[in-house]
Every structure is written in structure tokens, then in C-alpha cells.
């Protein structure tokens, strides 16, 4: 009796503990207003327009550099100061521009954002190679959100500080891709250059992380979601074999049963290992002021003593979220036999794996396959690419891009979170420790979910605050 009296006693006193320090928090609000300089927004708006009436869809099997070429001469019209002061460094449709600072010594910085787009399919409201603007003031277009509208910030954030005669501190690099879409080695030819001429970069800018609304359940508001890491990527084939034979005498254990008891088993029994990581810390920390209720703001305000809650609630409360706290598998094509009545001598399926850093490609690899040995089935490993560096919290590339987020966006919150996406950015882990994955662009949760898919879209009123977060990133280097 006492001792359950006792244990009572600790869980008042704790939960005592939990609430006054939810009590003592601070409540904040999140905001974000589109830019009311409709001039502006319509000059920079005509501009992204004629970038968007040209098509860049990348394919696997088509490199079609000359195209993407063409493409740079869309550049060259809209952004001349930039390509008669910055030198053009171009490899097979891939490019970047050099800006020589004032002191060559510095690792230089670099902003990067793919001129490639996915191809555009279905019925748009407006043609996706049209560049339409509404009179709502938003623009149209395939690459509008993902990710022209990036790749126009920093060229026109560029382009008016040349025109301004400003000279950096350090060199700067406009970087752009033209494989980011398929996954190809445009990035890594761009980071290649890098290597030759060895150069490492103070810090790199790119895509990953947004402007975002409403970014969890609960927590209401505009947050600059700063992307912290990037999860790792693995294409899987688990194959089953047999001697196949007739359906009308079956045996046991068919390859189909097997890699159903595999799948079911994975589903059922989550093998990786689920844990916080300092960003997803970070993350909860920083939004708990936010949370519109007494209960969310004391959970995520006292992770010390709700984590262990939090883990098991999280996939029922976000599947987004669910997915920065481990490796994530999911099961997505499959084939047997070709026949109604007969068994398969091999039968396969893939899945697609996302590596977290603590439980890396090769543990979690290797773990998968051993699962997959229980039941009789082969692993191979067809494309498989490790976690990204973390960017450190603590740094100063981390506190320079909270600085300018907090100089243009004065009302957002600023949120540190994990990339469960792909970039390109995690190609230059090897020439740079520091990416920091933020596009300053604010989208609607329409915006967002047009991105890879019909009527993609976003505000040019979006556009000057975006132009004004890349000249802040650039003039912030004089602090070094
Ligand atoms: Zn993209």
C-alpha cells in the first residue's frame, strides 16, 4: 500500500511539475502576410511566367542536355547583370554562376534549386506550360512550387544587389540541377566541380523545408520549417523461389505465402527502432508555444516526461511525423506467376525503405534481410543511398538562417525538422557540413499539394519576401 501511495505520490508530483512549467510558457502566435507590394509581385511574377513557359521535364532514359541549355538562355534574358558580372560554369545542362566576394579565403556559400520539373499529366485549369496568373494573384505552372520559383529568388536577389554595386563578402554560387526529379547525377557533377577545384562550402541553401501552415494538428500558424537532415533512400527486391508445379496439387508454403507472411510481418511487428532525434526535439520544442490547447502545449513542452507517450501515439497522430522517428518501410509492386493455375517458380516484391540516421542503411538493411531469411527469401539491394549529415542546431549556418528568417518574416515560427523527401542537397555532404534545407517561399496546403501533381500553383505575392531572405543570406556573410 505504501508503495503504491508512493508511486501515486511521484506521478502527482511530476505531472505538478509538467503543468507549471506549461504554465510559465509563454503562448505565441504564428503569421505570415503576402506581400501588399502588388508592382513588385507582378514585375517578379512576369518574369517566373516566362520560366515556366519553358518546359524543363527531365527523364530517366532522355538526358536532353540541349534542352536544358535552352533553358539557360531563358536565364541569361531575365537575370543579364548575372551573367555579364558572374562567371557561367556549366556541365551537361547542369549549371552554376560563380560570385567572387571580397575575400576569396572564406568557404564560399551556395544556393542551390533544380531547374528540371516532373512531367505534367491530367487536366490543369490552366495550361502547366502556360505561366497564367490570376487575378487572385496566383501563378500557374509546373515548376511554379517545385522549384522555379526558388531558382528566380536567388538569380533576382542576385541580380539587384549587382545592380546596387554590391560585392560580397565571400564568393557565392547560384547552383541548379537538371536531374533533381530522376534522381540523376547533376548534382553530383555540380558537387564533383567542387571536389576538383577544392573548394568546401560554409554552407549551402535549398529546397526541403518551406513556409508552411497548420504544420501539425493542433498548432495553428505560418512556420519556417527548417529541414535539419534527410532521410536515406533504398529500393528492395525480396524474392521467393520454388519449384513451381501445378495449382490442382498445391504444397506448402508457396512463394506468393511466403512473401505474404513476410509483408504481414513487417506491417505488424514495426522492426525498426522508433526514437527522437535532437530535430524532432527541437521541432516540439519550438512549436509547444503554439499549440492551441493546454494538453498539446504540456506534452510537447515537457518531452522529458511525455516521450515515451509520444512515441506510441505519434503514428495515430500524424503519419508525417511518425516518419521522422525511424526507418520507414513500405511494400509497393509485385509479381507471381503469369498464370491463373500456376504456381510461381519466383514470385517478388519491393519495397521502398527510408533510412533515419541512429538506424542507418546498413543496419537496417541487414536486419530486413534477416527477417526475409526467415522466410526463405532473397534480399537484393537495387538502389540504396545513406541518411544526409544532420545540420547542427547550435552552428552558426543554423543561427545566420533563423536571423534572416526573423529579419523578412518578422511573425512566423520557426520550426527544425526532418526531410522524409529527397533533394539534391545531400549530394554536397561531401563538400559542405552544413545544408540547410528552406525554401522561403509560403504556400497554401493547396499549393503544396499541387506540387508533383495537376494545377500546380503559388502566389507571386510570395515572391519579394523570397527575393529579400536570399539578399539577407548573402549580406549576413559579413558577419563572418
Ligand atoms: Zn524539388
Given amino acids: 500500500m505504501k508503495i503504491i501511495l508512493f508511486i501515486l505520490g511521484v506521478i502527482v508530483g511530476l505531472l505538478l511539475v509538467a503543468v507549471i512549467r506549461t504554465l510559465l510558457l509563454k503562448p505565441k502566435k504564428a503569421d505570415y502576410k503576402f506581400s501588399d507590394d502588388i508592382q513588385r509581385s507582378m514585375s517578379y511574377g512576369e518574369k517566373l511566367s516566362r520560366m515556366l513557359q519553358y518546359e524543363t521535364e527531365s527523364h530517366r532514359d532522355n538526358p536532353e542536355v540541349e534542352k536544358f541549355r535552352g533553358f539557360h538562355k531563358v536565364l541569361e534574358q531575365e537575370f543579364p547583370t548575372v551573367f555579364s558580372c558572374l562567371e557561367k ?104 566541380w567542387f571536389k576538383e577545384h577544392g573548394i568546401h562550402l560554409f554552407m549551402l541553401s535549398d529546397e526541403g523545408g518551406a513556409l508552411v501552415k497548420d504544420p501539425v494538428a493542433g498548432i495553428k500558424g505560418t512556420f519556417a520549417a527548417i529541414g535539419i537532415f534527410e532521410k536515406g533512400y533504398g529500393d528492395l527486391k525480396f524474392s521467393a523461389k520454388s519449384t513451381g508445379g501445378h495449382s490442382s496439387t498445391p504444397p506448402k508454403n508457396t512463394p506468393i505465402v511466403r512473401l505474404a507472411e513476410f509483408e504481414n510481418y513487417v506491417e505488424k511487428h514495426n522492426p525498426f527502432k522508433v526514437k527522437f532525434t535532437k530535430a524532432v526535439d527541437a521541432m516540439f520544442e519550438n512549436i509547444a508555444p503554439y499549440a492551441d490547447s493546454f494538453l498539446l502545449k ?115 515560427g520557426i520550426m527544425p525538422y526532418v526531410v522524409t523527401g529527397g533533394t539534391d542537397s545531400r549530394f554536397f555532404d561531401e563538400v559542405c557540413d552544413n545544408c540547410v534545407r528552406f525554401s522561403p517561399i509560403c504556400t497554401e496546403p493547396d499549393q503544396m499539394n499541387s506540387m508533383h501533381a495537376k494545377n500546380e500553383n503559388i502566389f507571386i505575392t510570395a515572391l519579394p519576401m523570397a527575393v529579400d531572405y536570399y539578399k539577407e543570406l548573402i549580406r549576413i556573410q559579413e558577419q563572418r
Fill in 298 to 412: 504540456m506534452v510537447m513542452h515537457n518531452l522529458w516526461l511525455f516521450k515515451p507517450i509520444l512515441l506510441k501515439l505519434m503514428p495515430m497522430i500524424s503519419r508525417e511525423a511518425a516518419a521522422m522517428l525511424q526507418t520507414t518501410i513500405c511494400f509497393t509492386m509485385q509479381s507471381g506467376s503469369n498464370g491463373y493455375n500456376v504456381i510461381p517458380q519466383e514470385a517478388w516484391v519491393t519495397a521502398n525503405l527510408r533510412y533515419i540516421p541512429f538506424q542507418g542503411l546498413e543496419e537496417s538493411n541487414a536486419l530486413i534481410k534477416q527477417i526475409a531469411a526467415r522466410y526463405d527469401i532473397e534480399t537484393e539491394e537495387v538502389l540504396c543511398t545513406p541518411p544526409s549529415k544532420a545540420l547542427d542546431l547550435n552552428g552558426v549556418p543554423f543561427k545566420m538562417t533563423e536571423e534572416c528568417i526573423k529579419k523578412i518574416f518578422p511573425e512566423v
Fill in 89 to 192: 560554369i556549366e556541365i551537361d545542362g547542369n549549371i552554376m554562376m560563380k560570385w567572387k566576394g571580397l575575400d576569396s579565403s572564406l568557404d564560399p556559400i551556395i544556393m542551390i534549386s533544380h531547374i528540371d520539373v516532373v512531367p505534367a499529366e491530367g487536366e490543369w485549369l490552366y495550361p502547366p506550360y502556360s505561366g497564367h496568373i490570376t487575378d487572385d494573384y496566383r501563378i500557374y505552372g509546373r515548376g511554379s512550387g517545385d522549384i522555379k520559383s526558388g531558382v528566380f529568388s536567388f538569380y533576382q536577389a542576385a541580380e539587384e544587389l549587382l545592380k546596387d554595386g554590391y560585392t560580397p563578402k565571400c564568393d557565392v554560387y547560384l547552383g541548379s540541377s537538371c536531374t533533381e526529379e530522376i534522381g540523376g547525377d547533376g548534382a553530383p557533377k555540380l558537387v564533383n
